[in-house]
């Protein structure tokens, strides 16, 4: 039992090196590809869309070898998120949100109005939610935040030129963004640590055991949250000590070099999309 | 003989389980402290130290082995760990690590809070504690707690596990870091504890030095195993060469005495101390000087 052992359960963030051929794609390419997943991901809303989907991810994972027990490790403590979630659509979705569907209405009590196209909306949305998690945590799994970053600042690189639009800084924020997810999860285990090995209480016990331990949370969230900010501080610190000065006139260490293998991964990616998007699933 | 208030059997343990990353720290560790008792836990860097002292509170959970600290049996998932922290209190390797409130007071209060305690019990229990580690109460417990230096940290983190009084304490490398008057002000601490207080004490220590010298007995750990035990005076007379091998280094008395010993001069290889050190040289040199017994030294 490792109730504090926060850190396995986050997978986006973390890197795990195993040198296949989706770590060695071009990021610039594998960032392409992943937009263009995700957005197939969203604007999909038929069940076998979605299998396509998922099946295609679980794939993409094999491929990079990295154990899919702990990509999908990621989305156990979504697990309560998730579940509220579709018991909400399903009991709640009124087909007025959309226009002209064919919904029949399961039943109907108070303000509880559960149809047919509540249980879809529940099950695609979940569905969307795990693609959505799956490709995330392949992304960071597979990539380095160095990669990463060139790779973003590449590919806004154009807008940048032409419209001023601030690229380099958005890479570094997205880099810092996804390099701090674990930090916060070893941060919030330092908290859960230091408070129950004086005496807090975790709410362990008891039938109620969810409400209890979501309550026992809150004194811990106070800290995070001045620890978040102490480390931005820090880590402004540590920038400027180094000199840091944005992107201006900075040159690159590192010089992306793309292959035949990367635009063959784009193009599978856009074939997939396409398919899934354009294709009128009958379900 | 007391009665062994912490039993720990065959534990291992393996940090990210079933992930990529999995690190094998603990692999069969055998380990007990009797009541009253001063226990030393020393080894190198990365030996698993600090992975074995969280099972004392119930921090982590034995994987494997059994874990039983006073009536509390750590293998039962029912077991009632919030009594037995209350119980056995740990002070963190990393002093900052165990700080989360915005002012020394509140942090310190916070162990006595969760006991329930009235605000002016809770209040006695502040300034008893802050002033057991010579934080003055009023001087600092409205003060910020990161602005507090390091070796002050390490005192206010200590004050609120002491304020908890716990009948076990264990002190993860409790002197890493300070400077020489801090050092000598929590060696006179835990000694203090120890006699005044008559906690039992478990301390970590990555090196040998002088508070293992308040051990009753010590455990020296190598690669997540125990592979030495005995009194601190039987474990720094081991051969340097042989402590080597477990990634220590003796203190340079001891070093300095096997040195003079093995180039032939009749002196004991146990010494601990610089006095003792010095008149057991000038006993071999014929210089007078009182032989020393075991009994008339340090550790006490
Ligand atoms: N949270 C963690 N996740 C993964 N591995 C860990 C974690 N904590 C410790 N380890 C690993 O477990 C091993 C034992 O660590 P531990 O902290 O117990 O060592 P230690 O003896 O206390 O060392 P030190 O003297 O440096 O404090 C080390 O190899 C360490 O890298
Ligand atoms: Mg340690």
């Given amino acids: 039992m490792d109730e504090f052992e926060l850190l396995r359960y986050v997978t986006v963030g973390q890197y795990i090196p195993t040198g296949s051929l989706i770590h060695r794609l071009d990021p610039r390419f594998k960032l392409a590809a992943f937009a263009v997943l995700v957005g197939a991901v969203t604007f999909t809303g038929s069940y076998l869309g979605n299998a396509v989907l998922l099946v295609l991810i679980v794939g993409l994972v094999f491929l990079s070898r990295v154990p899919l027990r702990y990509v999908l490790s990621g989305l156990r403590p979504a697990l309560p998120v998730l579940l509220l979630l579709a018991a909400l659509q399903i009991l709640l979705y009124t087909p007025d949100f959309t226009r002209g569907t064919n919904c029949t209405t399961l039943f109907q009590f108070w303000i509880i109005h559960s149809t047919t196209c509540g249980v879809k909306l529940a099950i695609v949305s979940a569905a969307r939610f795990v693609e959505l998690l799956m490709l995330t945590s392949l992304l960071t799994l597979t990539t380095t935040t160095t990669e990463l970053t060139h790779g973003i600042e590449r590919l806004f690189a154009p807008l940048q030129q032409r419209f001023n639009f601030p690229a380099h800084e958005l890479a570094l924020i997205v880099t810092i963004t996804l390099r701090f997810v674990p930090t916060f999860a070893e941060e919030l285990e330092r908290i859960v640590k230091a408070q129950v090995s004086r005496g807090a209480d975790l709410g362990q016990r008891g039938r109620l055991r969810f409400i209890q331990q979501t309550r026992a949370l809150l004194p811990m969230l106070v800290p995070l949250f001045l620890g978040a900010l102490r480390r931005a501080e820090e880590l402004i610190l540590a920038m400027e000590a180094r000199c840091y000065m944005g992107g201006k006139g900075r040159t690159r260490l590192i010089e992306l070099h793309s292959t035949r293998q990367d635009v063959v991964a784009l193009f599978v990616a856009v074939l997939a999309a396409a398919t899934v998007l354009l294709v009128p699933w009958p379900w | ?217 010590c455990f020296v750990m190598a690669d997540g195993r125990v592979v030495l035990s005995g009194t601190p005076r039987e474990i720094f007379s081991q051969p340097p060469a042989r402590l080597a091998e477990f990634g220590l280094q003796p203190p340079a008395v001891t070093a300095a005495v096997h040195a003079l010993a093995e180039a032939g001069l009749g002196v004991r290889r146990d010494c601990l101390t610089v006095d003792e050190a010095v008149s057991e040289i000038a006993r071999a040199l014929g210089m007078g000087g009182k032989p020393w017994t075991s009994s008339s030294c340090c550790a006490t």
């Fill in chain 2, 1 to 217: 003989m007391s009665e062994v208030v912490v039993e720990v059997r065959g534990l291992e343990h393996t940090y990210m389980r079933g992930t990529p990353m999995e690190a094998p720290s603990l692999k069969g560790v055998d380990f007990d402290v009797r009541r009253g008792e001063t226990v030393a836990l020393l080894g190198h860097t990365g030996c698993g130290k600090s992975t074995l002292v969280q099972h004392l509170n119930g921090l982590l959970r034995p994987q494997k082995g059994r874990v039983r600290v006073l009536e509390y049996d750590l293998n039962d998932p029912k077991v009632d760990v919030k009594a037995l922290r209350r119980r056995v209190a740990l002070l963190f390797q990393n002093p900052e690590a165990q700080l989360f409130e915005r002012y020394v007071g509140d942090d310190v209060a916070f162990g006595p809070r969760q006991l329930g305690l009235s605000r002016e019990e809770v209040r006695a229990r502040v300034r008893e504690a802050l002033e057991a580690v010579g934080l003055g109460f009023e001087a600092f417990k409205d003060r910020l707690t990161f602005t507090l230096s390091g070796g002050e940290k390490r005192r206010v983190a200590l004050a609120g596990v002491l304020a908890l009084r716990p009948e076990i304490l264990v002190l993860d490398e409790p002197l890493a870091g300070l400077d020489p008057a801090g050092r000598r002000h929590l060696v006179e601490l835990i000694r203090r504890l120890k006699s005044e207080w008559g906690l039992t004490l478990i301390l970590v220590s990555h090196d040998l030095e002088d508070v293992v010298l308040l051990a009753d007995r």
